[in-house]
């Protein structure tokens, strides 16, 4: 089937369908085929025209070519792979010496924090003599 005919039976068919279709289409077969011309492929096959929203009914900008969905029976689909089992690691446990030195830093940590309070209240208590 050429071009012209293919889109001559495509406006039939949107012409006969439920769906609005746009003044300028709907009152001109060659306004519709000149519309679409650069859009169809030489040889469409079996598409057909189909609304993008098909609240807005056929027109030039809410149109596209579609393939009718085929159902095909006695043809299996791969298998499904199983899947992949994760396997959660336990937490590593710090070693000894690790577990030292965390302790080394916190304690030292504290005894910061115990010099620069001690400075502050040295520098309250100066202040208060004054």
């Known amino acids: 089937m050429d071009k012209e005919a293919f889109l001559r039976l495509q406006y039939l ?3 006969n369908s439920d769906e609005f279709v746009v003044e300028q289409w709907r009152s001109s077969m060659d306004r519709f085929i ?5 859009r169809t492929l030489t040889l469409p096959g079996k598409r057909f025209l189909q609304p993008k929203d ?4 056929f027109s ?3 149109v596209e070519w579609q393939f009718p969905k085929i159902k095909r029976k006695g043809v ?3 298998p499904i792979a199983p899947q992949r089992q994760i396997v ?8 000894k010496a690790e577990i030292k ?3 080394a830093a916190a304690k030292e940590a504290r005894r910061k924090a115990i010099s620069e309070q001690y400075l502050r209240w040295e520098r309250q208590r100066v ?3 004054s």
């Open 101 to 103: 030195a965390n302790e």
């Open 76 to 78: 299996s689909r791969a």
């Open 88 to 95: 959660k690691k336990a937490p590593v446990k710090p070693t």
């Open 127 to 129: 202040v208060g003599r």
């Open 54 to 57: 098909p609240s807005l009914g």
């Open 34 to 38: 000149s519309d679409l011309w650069d």
């Open 60 to 62: 030039p900008d809410n």
């Open 13 to 15: 068919r949107m012409i």
